[in-house]
Protein backbone atom coordinates (compact mmCIF):
# COMPACT_ATOMS: atom_id res chain seq x y z
CA UNK A 1 0.00 0.00 0.00
CA UNK A 2 1.13 3.40 -0.35
CA UNK A 3 0.54 6.31 2.07
CA UNK A 4 1.66 9.61 1.70
CA UNK A 5 2.17 12.12 4.56
CA UNK A 6 2.10 15.88 3.63
CA UNK A 7 3.99 18.33 6.01
CA UNK A 8 6.97 15.77 7.17
CA UNK A 9 9.18 18.75 8.82
CA UNK A 10 6.45 19.82 11.05
CA UNK A 11 5.42 18.95 14.86
CA UNK A 12 3.04 16.35 13.42
CA UNK A 13 4.93 15.30 10.71
CA UNK A 14 7.31 14.29 12.25
CA UNK A 15 5.24 12.13 14.89
CA UNK A 16 4.38 10.09 12.08
CA UNK A 17 7.38 9.61 10.81
CA UNK A 18 8.69 8.50 13.78
CA UNK A 19 5.51 6.23 14.53
CA UNK A 20 6.11 4.65 10.88
CA UNK A 21 9.44 3.91 12.18
CA UNK A 22 8.75 2.37 15.54
CA UNK A 23 5.67 0.62 14.78
CA UNK A 24 3.93 -2.41 12.55
CA UNK A 25 2.39 0.39 10.59
CA UNK A 26 5.22 1.12 8.75
CA UNK A 27 6.03 -2.47 7.69
CA UNK A 28 5.07 -3.53 4.20
CA UNK A 29 3.85 0.00 3.31
CA UNK A 30 5.42 2.52 0.75
CA UNK A 31 5.56 5.63 2.57
CA UNK A 32 5.89 8.93 1.42
CA UNK A 33 6.83 11.85 3.66
CA UNK A 34 6.94 14.96 1.70
CA UNK A 35 8.31 18.47 2.71
CA UNK A 36 7.49 22.21 1.52
CA UNK A 37 10.74 21.61 -1.07
CA UNK A 38 9.49 18.48 -2.54
CA UNK A 39 5.84 20.03 -3.08
CA UNK A 40 4.37 23.68 -2.58
CA UNK A 41 0.75 23.13 -1.16
CA UNK A 42 0.15 26.19 -2.59
CA UNK A 43 0.50 25.18 -5.94
CA UNK A 44 -2.34 22.81 -6.86
CA UNK A 45 -0.37 21.72 -9.93
CA UNK A 46 2.54 20.56 -7.78
CA UNK A 47 -0.04 18.66 -5.67
CA UNK A 48 -1.92 16.86 -8.46
CA UNK A 49 1.23 15.50 -10.06
CA UNK A 50 2.88 14.35 -7.11
CA UNK A 51 -0.69 12.43 -6.21
CA UNK A 52 -0.56 10.77 -9.71
CA UNK A 53 2.96 10.50 -9.68
CA UNK A 54 2.71 8.03 -6.45
CA UNK A 55 -0.51 6.80 -6.40
CA UNK A 56 -1.42 6.75 -2.26
CA UNK A 57 -3.92 4.38 -1.06
CA UNK A 58 -3.96 6.59 2.12
CA UNK A 59 -3.15 10.65 2.24
CA UNK A 60 -1.84 12.01 5.77
CA UNK A 61 -2.34 15.96 5.63
CA UNK A 62 0.30 16.91 8.39
CA UNK A 63 0.79 20.26 6.47
CA UNK A 64 -1.08 23.37 7.46
CA UNK A 65 -0.71 27.37 7.27
CA UNK A 66 -0.72 27.47 11.27
CA UNK A 67 0.89 30.92 11.75
CA UNK A 68 -2.19 32.10 13.43
CA UNK A 69 -1.06 35.60 13.58
CA UNK A 70 0.72 36.23 10.75
CA UNK A 71 -2.46 34.64 8.72
CA UNK A 72 -4.58 37.52 9.31
CA UNK A 73 -2.55 39.72 6.62
CA UNK A 74 -2.02 36.54 4.38
CA UNK A 75 -5.52 35.25 4.40
CA UNK A 76 -4.27 33.98 -0.11
CA UNK A 77 -1.83 31.87 1.16
CA UNK A 78 -3.58 30.64 4.66
CA UNK A 79 -6.50 29.74 2.37
CA UNK A 80 -4.01 28.18 -0.54
CA UNK A 81 -2.54 25.79 1.99
CA UNK A 82 -5.55 24.74 4.47
CA UNK A 83 -8.62 25.35 2.06
CA UNK A 84 -7.40 24.67 -1.47
CA UNK A 85 -4.81 21.83 -1.04
CA UNK A 86 -7.09 19.56 0.92
CA UNK A 87 -10.15 20.28 -1.35
CA UNK A 88 -7.21 18.28 -4.15
CA UNK A 89 -6.30 15.62 -2.36
CA UNK A 90 -10.01 14.72 -0.77
CA UNK A 91 -10.77 14.81 -4.91
CA UNK A 92 -7.84 12.43 -5.28
CA UNK A 93 -8.80 9.88 -2.56
CA UNK A 94 -12.61 9.90 -4.05
CA UNK A 95 -11.53 9.16 -7.23
CA UNK A 96 -9.57 6.43 -6.64
CA UNK A 97 -11.23 5.09 -3.81
CA UNK A 98 -8.55 6.11 -1.27
CA UNK A 99 -8.42 7.35 2.29
CA UNK A 100 -7.90 10.94 3.34
CA UNK A 101 -6.93 11.65 7.01
CA UNK A 102 -7.05 15.49 7.77
CA UNK A 103 -6.22 17.55 10.70
CA UNK A 104 -8.15 20.82 12.05
CA UNK A 105 -8.59 22.76 15.09
CA UNK A 106 -10.79 24.29 17.73
CA UNK A 107 -9.97 27.61 16.38
CA UNK A 108 -13.31 26.97 14.21
CA UNK A 109 -15.39 27.62 16.87
CA UNK A 110 -15.55 31.03 18.65
CA UNK A 111 -15.26 29.73 21.74
CA UNK A 112 -18.93 31.26 23.42
CA UNK A 113 -20.39 27.89 24.30
CA UNK A 114 -20.21 27.19 28.12
CA UNK A 115 -18.64 22.98 28.48
CA UNK A 116 -17.15 20.96 25.72
CA UNK A 117 -17.92 21.50 21.87
CA UNK A 118 -19.32 18.80 19.86
CA UNK A 119 -18.57 17.64 16.14
CA UNK A 120 -22.60 18.93 15.28
CA UNK A 121 -21.63 22.52 17.20
CA UNK A 122 -21.91 24.89 14.61
CA UNK A 123 -18.30 26.57 13.69
CA UNK A 124 -17.59 30.24 14.19
CA UNK A 125 -14.28 30.83 13.39
CA UNK A 126 -12.90 34.31 14.62
CA UNK A 127 -9.33 34.49 13.33
CA UNK A 128 -8.74 34.05 9.36
CA UNK A 129 -6.35 30.34 10.20
CA UNK A 130 -9.49 29.37 11.95
CA UNK A 131 -11.61 29.89 9.11
CA UNK A 132 -9.33 28.64 6.57
CA UNK A 133 -9.20 25.42 8.39
CA UNK A 134 -13.11 25.68 8.55
CA UNK A 135 -13.15 25.96 4.78
CA UNK A 136 -10.81 23.01 4.21
CA UNK A 137 -13.05 21.04 6.51
CA UNK A 138 -15.40 22.13 4.21
CA UNK A 139 -13.67 20.87 1.06
CA UNK A 140 -13.59 17.86 2.09
CA UNK A 141 -17.19 16.79 3.42
CA UNK A 142 -18.07 18.01 0.46
CA UNK A 143 -15.65 16.27 -1.94
CA UNK A 144 -17.09 12.99 -0.58
CA UNK A 145 -20.44 13.69 -0.80
CA UNK A 146 -20.63 15.01 -4.28
CA UNK A 147 -20.59 11.37 -5.66
CA UNK A 148 -22.72 9.29 -6.56
CA UNK A 149 -20.99 6.35 -6.39
CA UNK A 150 -19.20 7.19 -3.53
CA UNK A 151 -15.86 5.56 -3.18
CA UNK A 152 -13.28 6.26 -0.17
CA UNK A 153 -13.14 7.60 2.91
CA UNK A 154 -11.93 10.65 5.18
CA UNK A 155 -11.26 11.31 9.12
CA UNK A 156 -11.14 15.29 9.99
CA UNK A 157 -9.25 15.05 13.61
CA UNK A 158 -10.05 17.85 14.75
CA UNK A 159 -7.34 18.92 17.70
CA UNK A 160 -6.22 21.72 20.00
CA UNK A 161 -2.81 23.05 21.61
CA UNK A 162 -0.62 20.81 19.91
CA UNK A 163 3.13 19.90 21.13
CA UNK A 164 5.48 17.36 19.84
CA UNK A 165 9.15 18.04 18.49
CA UNK A 166 9.66 21.80 17.04
CA UNK A 167 8.12 25.29 18.06
CA UNK A 168 5.14 24.74 20.83
CA UNK A 169 4.07 26.51 24.36
CA UNK A 170 5.52 24.72 26.58
CA UNK A 171 8.99 24.85 25.08
CA UNK A 172 8.69 28.45 24.63
CA UNK A 173 7.72 28.80 28.60
CA UNK A 174 10.28 25.95 29.75
CA UNK A 175 12.74 28.78 27.69
CA UNK A 176 11.33 32.00 29.27
CA UNK A 177 11.86 30.36 32.35
CA UNK A 178 15.19 29.89 32.04
CA UNK A 179 15.56 33.16 30.69
CA UNK A 180 13.28 35.31 33.50
CA UNK A 181 12.82 35.24 37.07
CA UNK A 182 8.95 36.33 36.28
CA UNK A 183 6.03 35.56 33.64
CA UNK A 184 3.06 36.33 32.90
CA UNK A 185 0.53 33.78 31.23
CA UNK A 186 -2.85 33.91 30.03
CA UNK A 187 -5.34 31.94 32.26
CA UNK A 188 -9.08 32.68 31.02
CA UNK A 189 -8.62 30.47 27.69
CA UNK A 190 -9.69 26.96 27.75
CA UNK A 191 -8.72 23.85 26.59
CA UNK A 192 -6.26 20.78 26.46
CA UNK A 193 -2.74 20.64 25.14
CA UNK A 194 -2.44 17.61 22.68
CA UNK A 195 0.95 15.64 21.86
CA UNK A 196 1.77 14.82 18.40
CA UNK A 197 3.03 11.19 19.50
CA UNK A 198 -0.61 10.50 20.68
CA UNK A 199 -1.95 11.69 17.76
CA UNK A 200 -0.05 9.95 15.39
CA UNK A 201 -0.54 6.62 17.12
CA UNK A 202 -4.11 7.34 17.20
CA UNK A 203 -4.77 8.33 13.37
CA UNK A 204 -2.67 5.11 12.21
CA UNK A 205 -4.81 2.66 14.43
CA UNK A 206 -7.63 4.58 13.09
CA UNK A 207 -6.72 4.61 9.32
CA UNK A 208 -5.05 1.08 9.10
CA UNK A 209 -4.55 -2.63 10.30
CA UNK A 210 -2.67 -5.66 9.33
CA UNK A 211 -1.46 -3.84 6.14
CA UNK A 212 -4.51 -2.53 4.92
CA UNK A 213 -6.96 0.74 4.68
CA UNK A 214 -8.79 0.06 7.89
CA UNK A 215 -12.62 0.81 7.35
CA UNK A 216 -14.00 3.70 9.32
CA UNK A 217 -16.83 5.99 9.62
CA UNK A 218 -16.03 9.23 7.71
CA UNK A 219 -16.70 12.83 9.13
CA UNK A 220 -15.03 14.96 11.91
CA UNK A 221 -13.74 13.85 15.03
CA UNK A 222 -12.49 15.83 17.94
CA UNK A 223 -9.31 14.23 18.92
CA UNK A 224 -7.85 15.13 22.18
CA UNK A 225 -6.74 13.61 25.91
CA UNK A 226 -8.86 13.48 28.64
CA UNK A 227 -8.76 16.51 31.20
CA UNK A 228 -8.99 20.22 30.47
CA UNK A 229 -7.23 23.18 31.72
CA UNK A 230 -5.88 26.83 30.69
CA UNK A 231 -2.64 28.31 29.52
CA UNK A 232 -1.64 29.37 32.70
CA UNK A 233 -2.41 25.68 34.28
CA UNK A 234 -0.02 24.13 31.19
CA UNK A 235 2.77 26.94 31.94
CA UNK A 236 2.68 25.86 35.73
CA UNK A 237 2.73 21.83 35.08
CA UNK A 238 5.78 22.32 32.69
CA UNK A 239 7.81 24.41 34.95
CA UNK A 240 7.02 22.08 38.16
CA UNK A 241 7.54 18.73 35.91
CA UNK A 242 10.56 20.52 34.60
CA UNK A 243 12.19 21.60 38.35
CA UNK A 244 11.51 17.73 39.38
CA UNK A 245 13.08 16.08 36.67
CA UNK A 246 16.38 18.68 37.34
CA UNK A 247 16.45 21.53 34.84
CA UNK A 248 18.00 24.72 36.16
CA UNK A 249 15.07 27.51 35.95
CA UNK A 250 14.73 31.19 36.91
CA UNK A 251 10.76 31.17 37.52
CA UNK A 252 9.35 28.63 39.39
CA UNK A 253 5.12 27.95 38.97
CA UNK A 254 4.64 30.57 41.93
CA UNK A 255 6.50 33.33 40.22
CA UNK A 256 4.10 33.10 36.82
CA UNK A 257 1.01 35.77 37.35
CA UNK A 258 -1.95 34.75 35.61
CA UNK A 259 -3.47 37.07 33.72
CA UNK A 260 -6.60 37.81 31.14
CA UNK A 261 -6.51 37.70 27.73
CA UNK A 262 -7.13 41.27 27.51
CA UNK A 263 -3.87 41.75 28.86
CA UNK A 264 -2.16 40.05 25.67
CA UNK A 265 -3.06 41.36 22.86
CA UNK A 266 -2.31 39.51 19.78
CA UNK A 267 -3.05 40.61 15.65
CA UNK A 268 -5.49 37.36 15.71
CA UNK A 269 -8.41 36.64 18.71
CA UNK A 270 -8.70 33.32 20.01
CA UNK A 271 -11.52 31.53 20.95
CA UNK A 272 -11.57 31.48 25.19
CA UNK A 273 -13.09 28.05 25.25
CA UNK A 274 -11.39 25.01 22.92
CA UNK A 275 -13.03 22.65 25.10
CA UNK A 276 -13.80 19.49 22.54
CA UNK A 277 -16.26 16.59 23.57
CA UNK A 278 -13.95 12.99 23.08
CA UNK A 279 -17.33 11.29 22.86
CA UNK A 280 -17.84 10.41 19.22
CA UNK A 281 -14.52 9.24 18.75
CA UNK A 282 -14.54 7.43 21.74
CA UNK A 283 -18.04 5.71 20.49
CA UNK A 284 -15.91 4.81 16.92
CA UNK A 285 -12.74 3.31 18.38
CA UNK A 286 -15.10 1.14 20.94
CA UNK A 287 -17.13 -0.21 17.75
CA UNK A 288 -13.72 -0.52 15.63
CA UNK A 289 -12.67 -2.62 19.18
CA UNK A 290 -9.63 0.04 18.91
CA UNK A 291 -9.47 1.54 22.72
CA UNK A 292 -7.18 -1.94 23.99
CA UNK A 293 -5.02 -1.02 21.15
CA UNK A 294 -4.36 2.26 21.63
CA UNK A 295 -2.62 2.42 25.63
CA UNK A 296 -2.17 6.27 25.56
CA UNK A 297 -6.05 7.10 24.56
CA UNK A 298 -7.24 7.93 28.47
CA UNK A 299 -3.89 9.21 29.50
CA UNK A 300 -5.08 12.44 30.69
CA UNK A 301 -3.03 15.62 29.49
CA UNK A 302 -1.06 16.52 32.67
CA UNK A 303 0.67 13.20 32.62
CA UNK A 304 1.61 13.22 29.22
CA UNK A 305 2.85 16.67 29.62
CA UNK A 306 5.08 15.86 32.24
CA UNK A 307 5.96 13.02 30.77
CA UNK A 308 7.08 15.14 27.42
CA UNK A 309 9.17 17.43 29.43
CA UNK A 310 10.91 14.64 31.12
CA UNK A 311 12.21 13.95 27.51
CA UNK A 312 13.43 17.41 26.58
CA UNK A 313 16.61 18.26 26.76
CA UNK A 314 17.22 20.09 29.82
CA UNK A 315 19.82 22.50 28.24
N1 LIG B 1 -0.04 23.75 16.44
C1 LIG B 1 -1.18 23.77 17.12
O1 LIG B 1 -1.25 24.24 18.26
C2 LIG B 1 -2.44 23.21 16.50
C3 LIG B 1 -3.65 23.30 17.22
C4 LIG B 1 -4.81 22.75 16.66
C5 LIG B 1 -4.75 22.12 15.43
N2 LIG B 1 -3.56 22.06 14.75
C6 LIG B 1 -3.54 21.40 13.45
O2 LIG B 1 -2.70 20.26 13.57
C7 LIG B 1 -2.05 20.01 12.32
C8 LIG B 1 -0.56 19.88 12.55
O3 LIG B 1 -0.06 21.08 13.12
P1 LIG B 1 1.49 21.25 13.49
O4 LIG B 1 1.55 21.93 14.81
O5 LIG B 1 2.22 19.97 13.29
O6 LIG B 1 1.94 22.31 12.37
P2 LIG B 1 3.41 22.80 12.03
O7 LIG B 1 4.39 22.29 13.01
O8 LIG B 1 3.32 24.27 11.80
O9 LIG B 1 3.71 22.08 10.64
C9 LIG B 1 3.03 22.43 9.49
C10 LIG B 1 3.84 21.96 8.30
O10 LIG B 1 3.15 22.38 7.12
C11 LIG B 1 4.12 22.80 6.21
N3 LIG B 1 3.64 23.77 5.25
C12 LIG B 1 3.08 24.99 5.50
N4 LIG B 1 2.86 25.64 4.34
C13 LIG B 1 3.30 24.81 3.34
C14 LIG B 1 3.34 24.91 1.94
N5 LIG B 1 2.92 26.01 1.28
N6 LIG B 1 3.83 23.87 1.22
C15 LIG B 1 4.27 22.77 1.85
N7 LIG B 1 4.27 22.61 3.19
C16 LIG B 1 3.78 23.63 3.92
C17 LIG B 1 5.21 23.46 7.04
O11 LIG B 1 6.40 23.46 6.28
P3 LIG B 1 7.74 24.17 6.82
O12 LIG B 1 8.26 23.26 7.90
O13 LIG B 1 8.61 24.22 5.62
O14 LIG B 1 7.32 25.52 7.32
C18 LIG B 1 5.25 22.57 8.27
O15 LIG B 1 6.22 21.56 8.14
C19 LIG B 1 -2.47 21.15 11.40
O16 LIG B 1 -3.55 20.74 10.62
C20 LIG B 1 -2.92 22.24 12.35
O17 LIG B 1 -3.86 23.11 11.74
C21 LIG B 1 -2.41 22.58 15.27
Known sequence: MNILVFGKDGQLGRAFQNHFKHSQFGIGNTICFVGRSDCDLCSTTQITQLLEDFG???????????????????????????????QVMAKYAVQHGGTLLHFSTDYVFDG????????????????VYGKSKEAGEIAIANAFSGTANQRGQYAILRTSWVYGVGGNFIRTILRLAKERSALRVIDDQYGVPTSTAWLAELACNLTLEDGR???????????????????????????????????????????????????YPLPAPRPMNSRLSRNKLQIELERLALVSKL??????WDEQVRAYVKHLDAN
Open 56 to 86: PHLIINAAAYTAVDRAESESNIAFAVNAIAP
Open 112 to 127: VKGGTYSEVDKTNPLS
Open 213 to 263: LRKFTSGIYHAIPPGETNWYGVARLAIQAAIDFGWQLKASPNEITPIPTSE
Open 295 to 300: PHWNTP
